[in-house]
């Protein structure tokens, strides 16, 4: 196992690699400058009917108010499977991208109840969140089934947005690098690029309790992270997204974000309401001070 305390110059070596290449928040994670850009994903979960749609709409206005503002950012809302479609049509060519909460690893077949990532791709999604802790915890997903996933994500042309992160017992034993390297190592496919894959640290005892890390805590647990991607993917962990998850709102955005090797955030219940989704994303480009809820 590695050691995550020496971080120093391996770090500098994997922050400088070779530029990327590509397009767009799925195909593209680098700004014109050469930057990872920054990406703000909302995450609905089982909440939303039609009438959640005039909260996106709140959103997309505020954004296409400020048109130049989209130069190191991107924005995504990941609504309920049977909003999918229809959020597409709403945003029309807002720069809003909308993907999937999950995904069966097969195309198609005799599996009731489930959605493929070929279903979201043809729906309007560019991207798709697989192995998020409420699907591993409540529907006892393991790394090798999260692993599928996002490889049914890649095969269909989407961007698995793959979710690791320790629960409370595991963070008190200790044991949080060495369960996040773990999940690390058992979910990212074969082929993970920069272009197609985002990781997303949520530390479990963080989501929905509105406790949140330390700064501290979260600049270690991401150096660790991008330690172990370097493992897996060698230089292409230069150009992977690494995203904070946990409880994240407008109060906290700012200082969690702003912290080395935090790329962007995936929210939660601050994504239901534009003014709180705004102010998170107001942490990168400043969008509107008023925004009506």
């Known amino acids: 196992m590695q050691d995550f305390a020496q971080t120093g110059s391996k770090l500098k070596e994997i922050e400088t690699g070779p530029e990327p290449e590509g397009e767009h928040v799925s195909e593209q994670s680098t700004s014109g400058s050469g930057q990872l850009r920054h990406i703000v994903i909302g995450n609905w979960k089982m909440n939303g009917i039609k009438p959640a749609l005039a909260e996106a709409l709140k959103v997309k206005d505020a954004l296409d108010a400020r048109p130049g503002r989209r130069a190191n950012t991107d924005v995504m ?27 069966h690893p097969a195309a198609s077949g005799a599996h009731t109840g489930d959605i493929s990532a070929e279903m979201l791709k043809d729906a309007g999604a560019s991207a798709v969140i697989v192995g998020h802790s409420e699907r591993r915890m409540n529907h006892s997903e393991r790394d090798r089934d999260v692993k599928a996933k996002a490889e049914a994500a890649h095969r269909s042309g989407l961007t698995a947005i793959v979710c690791v992160g320790e629960t409370a017992g595991e963070r008190a034993a200790g044991l949080t690098h060495t369960v996040v390297q773990r999940q690390i190592e058992g979910s990212l496919p074969k082929g993970a690029t920069g272009a197609n894959t985002i990781l997303a640290y949520e530390p479990v005892w963080a989501i929905g309790t509105g406790l949140t890390p330390t700064p501290a805590d979260v600049a270690a647990v991401h150096a660790a992270i991008l330690m172990v991607l370097s493992g897996c993917v060698g230089e292409e962990s230069a150009r992977m997204r690494i995203l904070y998850g946990g409880s994240v709102k407008p109060s906290n955005a700012r200082e969690l974000l702003a912290l080395p090797n935090v790329h962007g955030a995936l929210v939660g219940g601050a994504s239901l309401t534009a003014a709180d989704f705004l102010g998170i994303i107001n942490t990168y480009d400043p969008v509107s001070d008023l925004v009506s809820s």
């Open 77 to 103: 809302i990941c609504p309920p499977s049977t909003l999918a479609m229809v959020l597409k049509e709403v945003l029309k060519d807002a720069a809003i991208a909308v993907g999937g909460q999950d995904c």
